[in-house]
């Protein structure tokens, strides 16, 4: 008689709270198409929704694409202690990270994405230093200056000034967990999924190891067989 032990993923509980992810890149690396493709691609994760005090642009929904508040709404959830972060960027406007909505989700198992400036980023590292922290790049800065101008929504001053800034930027790499080089989309988003995937199977991201019900049955055949590769399959 051979005997066999079932193994799989009802050895392995996990914790139940979602898994905080946090990206960020120099503006034309590809963090927004990216982390929508994650979305898409992996079940109960969804994108946080960030709070901003500038306006609308182009088909932009408030809701969905942002918070679209007034810089005095903005100031007045500082001051309510309502944001994860928030941080003045891009022609001094407000950024920001409602907290509620993001921890609400979190504790009910779903893990949730931050696509977010770097100051923000860091941010949250020092609160919340177990989150886990991608950084996306462009293959090079020639690419880069190329997205920029191909996206034909700002002016050439506004790109100059996005290109400065993604130099500064690029080297705060070492204070993320993983970095991604999004050269090619596709191999981007795999490489991204991977890391989630693989974040999840970290030892302190487990709540507890058991085995199944049939112990007795597996302890009884040791004792009656030998233990060798001709009675046993394991």
Do not use: W
């Amino acid at each position: 008689m051979l005997y066999y032990i079932k193994t799989g993923d009802d050895m392995i509980k996990e914790k139940t709270k979602g898994l905080l992810i946090v990206v960020s890149g120099p503006s034309g690396a590809g963090k927004d198409t990216i982390c929508n493709r994650v979305v898409n691609d992996i079940s109960n994760i969804k994108m946080s929704i960030s709070m901003t005090s500038r306006e609308p642009r182009g088909e932009e929904v408030n809701g969905k694409d942002y918070y679209f508040v007034s810089k005095e709404e903005f100031e007045e959830s500082i001051r309510k202690d309502e944001l994860l972060e928030y941080a003045i960027v891009h022609n001094n406007q407000y950024y920001g990270t409602p907290k509620a909505k993001i921890e609400d989700d979190l504790n009910k198992g779903i893990s949730v994405i931050l696509n977010i400036d770097i100051q923000g980023a860091l941010k949250i590292k020092e609160r919340i230093p177990e989150a886990l922290f991608i950084f996306i790049v462009p293959p090079s800065m020639e690419v880069l200056k190329e997205r920029l101008i191909a996206r034909n929504t700002e002016s050439k001053d506004k790109i100059l000034e996005r290109f400065k800034t993604a130099y500064k930027e690029i080297n705060e790499y070492k204070k993320y967990n993983y970095i991604v080089v999004n050269d090619k989309l596709n191999i981007a988003v795999d490489k991204v999924e991977a890391i989630i995937k693989a974040e999840k199977c970290r030892v302190d991201r487990i709540e507890d190891i058991y085995l199944n019900n049939k112990e007795e049955f597996i302890h009884e055949g040791l004792i009656d067989k030998k233990f060798d590769n001709e009675d046993m399959k394991i």
